[in-house]
């Protein structure tokens, strides 16, 4: 049986775009292929993906990058996000959805305000060599993109399962 963050990984990530109730604004890509959950995200050349999954209680904010696969599912990493808002230091917490492995940014509002900066926005994630690996990524439709995410769809108005997506991932 599938559980919730198997299938957000199945709309965000695997399914063909016009598989899903999707749409772009900007470079931005719109989801809403679950019941309850919304998802914004950008995707950069290298394949690193940030963005929000939100539920009709709150928004959580990620990203994924290739060095996210060694992260072990549960544990707390530092990274740096950069804009042209400024820098801020937040944790992330790397979450296992099926095989394949994202983290969870804990500090929402830093993250939100660095995807609607304007320009470019970076994330840096410290890897065990002492090395960093860095993802750019545009905000272009993003402020739009997250606006959309984070306003509840008419049609259904509960929670997944009836639990907030907190308790979920």
Partial sequence: MMN????????SFSLPVSALAANQ????VLND???????ANVTNSDGSTAG????????DAYF????????????????LINSSVGAAAVNSV???I?????????????AISAFESGGDFGIALPLASGNFRSARFSTKGATQA???ASTPSPVSSKPFNNKSYDETF
């Fill in 52 to 59: 929000v999954i939100c539920n009709t209680n709150s928004c």
């Fill in 4 to 11: 919730l963050q198997q299938l957000i990984f199945l709309i």
């Fill in 33 to 39: 292929g679950l019941e309850g959950v919304k998802i």
């Fill in 98 to 110: 099926g095989n394949i492995k994202i983290m969870q940014l804990t500090d929402t509002n830093a």
């Fill in 64 to 79: 994924t990058t290739s060095s996210n696969r060694a992260c072990d599912n549960g544990d707390k990493y530092p990274v």
């Fill in 25 to 28: 604004i900007g470079d931005w």
């Fill in 146 to 148: 997250i606006r959309w």
């Fill in 94 to 96: 790397c979450r296992e």
